[in-house]
């Protein structure tokens, strides 16, 4: 059997909620979601991450089109990651279906999200990341290398999409 390209396209949004303010809590997708969902399909999307849902709810749901992988929010509403994987991807003359069994959570917090897709024509990691919006050097170090202490050893040949809002600075803002 050859090997087949598939072209997947990836978006990430920081949406600040997905639920009105006296619910933040809450575990029920509603008419934001809906509107997010439209337009990531119409953009022709396939895999999104999500930060700062602050979503109540950790787990797997469908939603739309989509399947949709929570960590929830904290206590008090803050945070909460989600990735959204379409739950077909039209690949030149074929579809590739997902479903529930391809995907599972490898683990989740309120600002991490890691998620592996295994299917017959495609194994991938996704890490949906939201990064702390501090300019503490050592406290940024410590958060990315827990992020990476917890990526179990068995996913090092993987393809890895990374879905991040960093919080940071791209590059260098030292002068030469």
Not at 79 to 86: H, K, N, S, T, Y
Not at 126 to 140: K, Q, R, Y
Not at 151 to 175: E, F, H, M, Q
């Amino acid at each position: 059997m050859s090997a087949e390209q598939i072209c997947l396209r990836f978006a990430t949004a920081n949406v600040l909620t997905l639920y009105p303010q006296q619910d933040h809590g809450g575990s029920f997708l509603g008419a934001r979601a809906e509107q997010l969902a439209i337009q990531f399909l119409s953009a022709g999307l396939h895999c999104i991450g999500l930060q700062e849902t602050r979503c109540g709810y950790s787990g797997h749901q469908t939603f739309e089109s989509f399947h949709v992988l929570s960590s929830s929010a904290t206590a008090r509403g803050h945070g909460g990651v989600q990735f959204w994987i379409a739950n077909q991807i039209n690949i030149a003359h074929k579809t590739l279906k997902v479903s529930h069994e391809h995907l599972r959570i490898i683990h989740g917090d309120d600002r991490r999200l890691i998620v592996h897709l295994r299917h017959p024509q495609l194994a991938l990691l996704f890490l949906v990341l939201h990064a702390p919006c501090s300019d503490d050097e050592v406290e940024l170090q410590r958060w990315w290398a827990q992020t990476s202490n917890l990526i179990p050893n068995g996913y090092t040949s993987w393809t890895w999409a990374v879905l991040c809002d960093s919080n940071g600075r791209l590059g260098s803002d030292r002068k030469s």
